[in-house]
């Protein structure tokens, strides 16, 4: 593999700018051997070691600005699913990147902070935490759910705000702020997002390609780089291209799955056409600018325009599939190389397409239009987010805050990196231009904060899934059929806010 492509996002935020020379400017220019000797100035040489390190260096060098305590052995435990164990606890060394950074981790906490990490497994943590404050238990010190259940425990008035929480810096690299902005309303922020939480980079969703589908039909990957990075990778440019590629295995004359299409997924409702949301620009749904004064943004012509688009990509291509129900076989038969092109979640690198025998490639969700600013995608509405049990004791606000901003920041610096930069960049890329790519997709992640409420708004954050699927674009006669309820349920679920 050549040379991997270091880090935009990280560049971006990491890399400190030279510090520009100055000369000793004498009157007379040929004076000069009165000219001040080249003499480097601390700051200088500060400068010129931080430009040799590599970004990833630079990242570990940011400092979390926490006290060195003291917490005498304290467990520090954690509830959350049995399936997201490995975002909090590993059990032991194993050779594997990831499992291993997350091991470190801990081990440095621990030393650090004299403090002993735990985790235990609840498989609906999102009622679980409201169960024992009702009943005022304080059973653990944090407690990770799904991000699309954040209703339960908030509505329930069971949550910390994590604006009252002491060490948590929000301005930190470590948190994303995207989503904790949009999800904090009058001050207050009950799930948040940091980089805890690796199924947020597991579940981001990107583009998929099989090099050699497109090599066949004309297209290079360095062709689709160069549409990338010349911002011309549209939704139609993306249907322009797939209608092209069908090719008719079973000889039938019709579209089968056992066929190889252009662009295939899935015919039911499910999170796969939740990112459009986010890739044409038509994300947050809902805009709140106080407690009588909200506004549903969803329900525009800049929606309908992005259903006509999608719909026509989806029901009206030649070289479109949209079959079946089961949301895992796309992936499977993108793997089996019947699909050229399709959006997954980053997490099917080490999940579906382990023994993939085609080269792939990702490129972005493609954008509205060329006018659009840059690309975006959101997340599987099934990461996690963190909150605070409102059991817990005022005075141990300091140790959480310092354990959740310590873990945090030590994810960001080493843990995301194992699974972002080593495993999806190194491992599963086939060229550097996909780990640039992989970097525009990340500094574009728009977590739409209504996903937190969706089940209680009418569905909102998931109509533009409905409709996609019933090929409708009826966008203001839906809004008229549910306005006044949807309204209610708007009003009611901002008084978990302004109450």
Known sequence: MKKR?????????????????????????DETESAAPNVQTPAAEAADTEEELSPLEQRARIP????????????????????KFYEIFSEDLNGEATNDSVYQRNVRIEDRFNVKIKAID???????????????????DLVGFVNFLTYVPASAGVLYNWLDIPRVDLTQPWHNQLANGDATINGKLYGIDSDLSISTLLYTYGTFFNYNIMEQYGFSSQDLYDIVFEGKWTVDRLREISSGIWQDLNGDGKHDPGDIHGYAVINA?????????????????????GEDDFEVTFFGDKTVSALEKV???????????????????????????????????????????????????????????????????????????????????????????????????????????????????????????????????????????????????SSLPYMFRQMVVANDTAVASKYQKIKKSLNKQIQKFLQTYYE
């Open 269 to 289: 409702q499910v999170n796969t056409h939740d990112v459009w949301l986010a890739a044409l620009d038509i994300s947050p749904v809902l805009t709140v600018r």
């Open 64 to 83: 979390d600005n926490l006290p060195d305590s003291n917490f005498d052995g304290r467990d520090f435990t954690v509830c959350t699913e049995e399936r």
């Open 311 to 457: 719909n026509a990509l989806y029901h009206d291509s030649d070289g479109s599939l949209f079959y079946g129900s089961d949301w895992r076989q796309v992936p499977k038969d993108f793997s089996e190389g019947k699909i050229a092109m399709t959006q997954l979640y980053f997490g099917e690198t080490t999940e579906s397409l382990t023994e993939m025998e085609d080269t792939y490639g990702i490129l972005p969700l493609p954008k509205f239009d060329e006018m659009q600013e840059g690309y975006y995608t959101n997340c599987w509405d099934q990461f996690t987010v963190f909150a605070v049990p409102l059991t817990m004791p005022e005075s141990d606000g300091e140790f959480v805050g310092t354990m959740y901003e310590v873990l945090s920041a030590e994810s960001y610096k080493t843990v995301f990196p194992a699974y972002y930069d080593v495993a999806l960049k190194s491992r599963y890329s086939a060229e550097p231009a996909t780990a640039e790519v992989i970097d525009l997709i990340m500094a574009g992640r728009k977590l739409d904060f209504t996903f937190q409420f969706g089940e209680k708004l």
């Open 5 to 29: 492509i270091l880090s935009l996002l990280l560049a971006a935020l990491l890399c400190a700018p030279a510090l520009a020379g100055c000369s000793n400017n004498s009157a007379n220019p």
């Open 122 to 140: 609840n498989s609906a943590p999102y009622n679980d935490v409201v169960t024992n404050v009702t009943s005022g238990t304080y059973a653990y």
